[in-house]
């Protein structure tokens, strides 16, 4: 069967050069993640706090270095992005192109058809690049600051980590009704695209007829039809802001409440600065980039992507996907 994942791993499967090079320069984009923590530690506690601040400043002008390599690491991975993204994309029109023909060749009209060239494949190649973008993101700077708050305490680090782990969990639990509302919201639009073009294609008859009110009318269902779906998935940002509260905010007040303890074991007024800026500028930017990013452009791109593969020609040794177009 061809699903989405298939066809994303197939995809990404054909692309393994581009994702290496994709994935190095992330690694290097990440460095100022893995290490902001650690050399503020000690660039307070062996440096300013130590009555030695030429020692603290060379820790910053280290941390300094480390954004220069995040910089150029950043603007190498955008652009290695559209070496993975565009060829997805060309394949998508021509699975579209050439589902639409074989079916005008065999006497089916298929007026949905115009927006899912136009408009879908439009939506998938925007939201896979941005997908593309916030995952990577999330695994190598979340990845980075873990490390980082392991290489400052194990204690600190399993005290970021659990809520952490907590908020993804309810993220992930939410995805499914995401998706079907998202799944609800493309078939709406749908439906209103057949509508219409249903409607300016028979603007005259409609005019001579007088049938102008009920056309209007029945138009006006479908547009209204959309706007509640539309408003019911925008519902579903209550549980990204919970997931976001809890992996994200709930670390920092839980390193506070928790610093009295940290000290006993050891750890310098550095190296629990340095935790908090880990999770402030590491985990929680990139948990929110995370969350937002698949909430929105995440399920536009498997519904959607989904919608096309189920009215589109399969490609070569693919089958074709289970049920029709609805």
Same mark, same amino acid.
């Given at each position: 069967m061809t699903t989405v994942g298939a066809v994303t791993r197939a995809a990404l499967r054909a692309r393994r050069a581009a994702l290496v090079r994709l994935a190095a320069w992330s690694a290097a984009e990440a460095l100022p993640a893995a290490l902001t923590g650690l050399l503020t530690a000690r660039a307070v506690d062996a440096g300013f706090l130590a009555g030695r601040p030429a020692v603290g400043l060379l820790w910053l002008g280290l941390l300094a270095a480390a954004v220069l390599v995040g910089a150029v690491g950043t603007n190498r991975a955008y652009a290695c992005l559209g070496d993975v993204v565009e060829p997805f994309r060309d394949d998508l029109l021509r699975r579209v192109v050439t589902g639409a023909l074989a079916g005008a060749t065999g006497g089916r009209v298929d007026d949905a058809a115009v927006g899912r060239l136009t408009h879908q494949v439009e939506i998938v190649r925007d939201t896979w690049a941005g997908l593309l973008t916030v995952v990577r993101g999330f =695994?190598?700077?979340?990845?980075?600051?873990?490390? %980082? #708050?392991?290489?400052?305490?194990?204690?600190?680090? =399993?005290?970021?980590?659990?809520?952490?782990?907590? %908020? #993804?969990g309810l993220f992930a639990a939410a995805v499914p009704a995401m998706i079907a509302r998202q799944r609800e919201y493309v078939l709406a639009d749908e439906r209103l695209t057949r509508v219409a073009v249903t409607a300016l294609a028979g603007h005259r008859d409609v005019s001579v007829s007088g049938a102008r009110e009920p056309v209007t009318r029945w138009v006006g269902r479908h547009v209204d039809a959309q706007a509640r779906v539309e408003r019911r998935l925008a519902a579903m940002a209550v549980t990204r802001g919970l997931s976001l509260a809890v992996g994200g905010w709930l670390p920092v007040p839980v390193v506070v409440l928790a610093t009295p303890w940290l000290v006993r074991q050891g750890l310098g007024p550095g190296a629990v600065l340095g935790a908090l800026v880990y999770v402030v500028r590491g985990v929680q930017p990139a948990l929110h980039t995370l969350v937002q990013g698949v909430a929105a452009g995440g399920l536009r791109f498997t519904v959607t992507l989904d919608r096309l593969l189920r009215t589109a020609v399969p490609a070569p040794g693919e089958a074709a996907p289970a049920g029709g177009a609805s």
């Open positions: =695994l190598f700077a979340a990845c980075a600051a873990i490390v %980082g #708050l392991f290489s400052l305490a194990a204690p600190v680090a =399993l005290l970021v980590t659990v809520p952490v782990l907590a %908020g #993804l």
